[in-house]
């Protein structure tokens, strides 16, 4: 399901660092600057007039060799996922990545830099709220040619557990993860990329890696190093000397960690399950994921959230007790009947309301609202929601039989389709921003069976008793 949860954050000024491309071995700039609410994440090529923007979305994925690049048929961004990690990691929903070339840096070949330079810029919270991706249940990927599986499963976090197996003794099997996306700063975003040595010498034959050096990736010795091969890596990457250290790994590199391999693996879920487009909540479990399978994973995802999308319908199970039936409610809003149209609150956060409403044959507008086949009126369903919404809001203080809940806007409110007597009439309303000086901003549906009868947009504002 899709929640609004939590505000929107963005940065409050710029920021910029410069650095290497891997794989293009050109100097790029680059700099993060503040975007508006629901902007999203977005790549400027600020190197290209006109049209020079492209969303950090799935849909621009162009391929996943040796990085996940983007192209929107007019130009490419080349490894995006380290710098999407890094946004990830720090809770940024909305941000501009502008560069004056195709490829992002590769600094040390971890996010650390980019943690750095978002957090000089400053983190603010705006005033929208974020949706998130809830998955009702587990949702799995698996490649057959590679046994990569990737899956998510309910959780009330963003939760991450990696393992990779490449069947090598130097690297071996290695798991890492995170209890909370907010461990990612401290665990994760040092944790730097890594190639093996057969890997390395096939990218120089195919003239790759211009960027590269000893100092921004790992390279583990999984084959013997002839003195000729050996002599060509320091011409490379203009070394004097190359040696293999004891723990196999390429020159006189230190781990940050001893399983930093599995690391930056996750370190590279998290920037690419970011090309989702949305921030997800739940248990990631990524057994030898990669940028081919990370790519496939968040497509699947992508085409759960389109459904949900569509199927706007809240889940009830009209067998369970209800959270608060109309006594509890009438100790929060200030309504009775006949005037009280809320029967039952079904459910409740801090972001969202469900409701219901038994139309019955004995409501007094029966008789006057088109006698013979009456029809609830507009307004009263439009006072339904109202009414839900009064729980939602008072439910944010502790006193709530000392407020009293006055709306001041009413917007987009449309009806779809008529409301009967014997129809069991149910709301859902959801902020669209953080409640602020006791003023709310929601966006409410009403529904009868699997279709939607009316909605619209509410502003209203809590005021203490004492103050009238």
């Not at 049209?51 to 048929?73: Q, V």
């Not at 723990?247 to 399983?259: A, E, Q, R, T, V």
């Not at 039936?325 to 929060?332: P, Y």
């Amino acid at each position: 399901m899709i929640r609004r949860t939590v505000p929107q954050k963005s940065i409050s000024k710029e920021s910029s660092l410069s650095g290497v491309g891997l794989h293009t071995g050109e100097n790029v700039n680059l700099t993060f600057k503040p975007a508006p609410s629901n902007t999203g994440l977005i790549f400027v090529r600020e190197d290209i007039s006109g049209d020079n923007h492209i969303e950090a979305n799935i849909k621009f994925i162009s391929n996943t060799d040796r990085g996940t690049n983007l192209d929107n048929g007019k130009f490419r961004i080349h490894t995006s996922e380290h710098v999407l990690a890094a946004l990830t990691g720090l809770d940024i929903d909305n941000c501009y990545i502008c560069m004056d070339g195709a490829e992002v840096p590769i600094m040390d070949g971890s996010s650390k830099f980019f943690i750095k330079a978002i957090e000089e810029a400053k983190i603010v919270e705006q005033n929208a709220l974020r949706e998130e991706f809830i998955p009702s249940e587990k949702i799995s990927f698996k490649c057959d040619e590679t046994g990569s599986i990737i899956s998510i499963l309910p959780d009330d976090n963003y939760k991450i557990d990696t393992k990779i197996d490449f069947n090598t003794k130097v690297l071996g099997t290695q798991t890492a993860s995170i209890d909370h996306i907010s461990d990612f700063k401290n665990e994760i975003s040092s944790a730097r990329t890594f190639s093996f040595l057969h890997e390395l010498e096939m990218l120089l034959e195919h003239g790759l890696i211009k960027g590269g050096d000893l100092n921004n990736a790992i390279v583990y010795v999984d084959k013997p190093l002839a003195d000729s091969n050996m002599d060509r890596l320091k011409k490379a990457f203009n070394k004097d000397s190359i040696s293999v250290s004891a723990n196999g790994i390429l020159d006189n590199l230190s781990l940050h960690y001893p399983n930093e391999a599995a690391r930056h693996k996750l370190l590279d879920v998290i920037g690419d399950l970011a090309l989702i487009g949305m921030k997800i909540r739940g248990k990631v479990i990524a057994e030898k994921p990669g940028h081919a399978v990370n790519a496939k994973f968040a497509q699947m995802v992508s085409e759960v959230i389109k459904v949900d999308r569509k199927n706007v319908l809240p889940k009830i199970d009209f067998a369970k007790k209800p959270l608060m039936d109309s006594n509890k409610i009438m100790n929060v809003i200030p309504h009775r009947p006949p005037f009280l149209l809320i029967d039952e609150v079904l459910e409740l956060s801090e972001s969202h309301v469900i409701g219901l409403r038994k139309v019955e044959q004995t409501e007094s507008w029966v008789k006057g609202h088109f006698p013979g086949a009456p029809v609830m009126p507009g307004v009263l369903q439009v006072e339904f929601m109202a009414q839900a919404g009064g729980v939602l809001v008072l439910n944010t203080v502790p006193d709530p039989e000392n407020y009293l809940t006055f709306f001041m806007k009413m917007d987009k409110c449309k009806f779809k389709d008529t409301v009967v007597p014997g129809d069991t009439l149910i709301c859902k309303l959801e902020l669209v921003s953080p409640i602020r000086r006791g003023i709310i901003h929601m966006h409410g549906q009403t529904f009868v069976g699997n279709k939607v009868k009316s909605e619209g947009e509410f502003m209203a504002k809590i005021i203490k008793k004492n103050k009238l």
